[in-house]
């Protein structure tokens, strides 16, 4: 079994911001297996599960910045070694549209990340980052929470939506067969990408 937990915060206020990018990732994955998500009984968070391919998508209901709550449920219930898990968020490191897939590592400065790391503190588990860019990027005087939190701009969507089909095809090519298969697809979609300046 493979587990797809994807970063965000819950609710209709937060659904279509930059920090939400790992559930809106979860949303076309779960589509494009024809899937449905279910509340699970006493737990905090979504999930979405796929026997045939052996996959589950789970969407931490608990915000970002405690996200790693669900890792115990997760884990015990699906059984499943961190190095089977891929989580996917945002990265404001990364231009808006750009992709990356890593395994193991540091939190970034990423809470979501830190709240993971804090249930696995060995960090062995695999990431897949989708750019949003820095606010000092374009406006200066905006704080990166005003960033993580706002709306993208319409040039910003043109770039973060085929970016989230290319996350959400390559978390299944991860999850079916393997880091490098995966990669092999980044490498794809970078090349065919539109341009991010």
């Not at 449905?36 to 589950?56: H, N, Q, Y």
Request: proline share 6%; net charge positive; aromatic share 8%.
């Amino acid at each position: 079994m493979r587990i797809v937990i994807g970063l965000g915060n819950p609710g209709v206020k937060y659904e279509q911001t930059r920090h939400n990018v790992g559930f809106l990732t979860l949303d076309t994955i779960c589509t494009l297996i024809k899937g449905r998500w279910k509340k699970a009984f006493l737990r905090p968070f979504l999930f979405c599960e796929d026997r045939r391919r052996g996959l589950v998508l789970v969407k931490p209901c608990t915000y970002m910045n405690r996200s790693g709550v669900v890792l115990p449920y997760v884990l015990k219930r699906w059984k499943v070694n961190p190095t089977e898990i891929l989580t996917i968020v945002d990265n404001l490191d990364l231009a808006p549209g750009r992709l990356r897939l890593k395994n193991g590592g540091s939190s970034a400065g990423h809470n979501g990340i830190k709240s993971l790391l804090a249930w696995l503190p060995g960090g062995n588990f695999s990431r897949l980052y989708i750019g949003i860019g820095h606010p000092r990027q374009q406006e200066p005087q905006r704080s990166v929470v005003e960033h993580v939190l706002g709306v993208p701009s319409d040039a910003e969507s043109r770039l973060l939506q085929p970016a989230i089909v290319a996350a959400a095809e390559t978390a299944l090519l991860w999850a079916e067969s393997g880091t490098a298969a995966a990669g092999d697809h980044l490498v794809a979609y970078h090349a065919n990408a539109p341009a991010t300046d």
